[in-house]
């Protein structure tokens, strides 16, 4: 059965740094896209970030690109996103979702769908003061 757990989220106030963590369980596919998504309330849910497992290619959205950065851990079979330089505009639920993958360019240019992503985690609140 597979399963994704995150952990990792809190308060924190601006300009300050959070981890997040998704350990992954029963997967036996040869190669994943992994994605970080975000809810704010009243709006869309976003991908902010994917990493295709095959060849650690990262893809990230344009309002976390180069403050946050996503990661994997084969030997804890988890996936991090480290969040730097925190801002009020990042306070979400954060998610972790999954997806067997066989176009890893796919994957890491963003494109995978919020519905492609077969496997998803509880989600963890994120909340930045200022």
């Known amino acids: 059965q597979v399963q994704l757990v995150e952990s990792g989220g809190g308060s924190v106030q601006a300009g300050g740094s959070v981890t997040l963590s998704c350990a992954a369980s029963?997967?036996?596919?040869?190669?994943?896209?992994f994605g970080w998504w975000r809810q704010a309330p009243g709006k869309e849910r976003e991908q902010i970030a994917a990493?295709?497992?095959?060849?650690?290619?990262?893809y990230y959205a344009n309002s976390v690109k180069g403050r946050f950065t996503i990661s994997q851990d084969n030997a804890k079979n988890t996936v991090y996103l480290q969040m730097n330089s925190l801002k009020p505009d990042d306070t979400a639920m954060y998610y972790c979702a999954a997806v067997e993958e066989n176009n890893g360019a796919y994957c890491s240019g963003g494109y995978r769908h919020l519905r492609e992503y077969g496997y998803w985690g509880q989600g963890t609140q994120v909340t930045v003061s200022s």
């Open positions: 029963g997967f036996t596919y040869d190669s994943y896209c």
């Open positions: 990493l295709y497992t095959g060849t650690d290619s990262t």
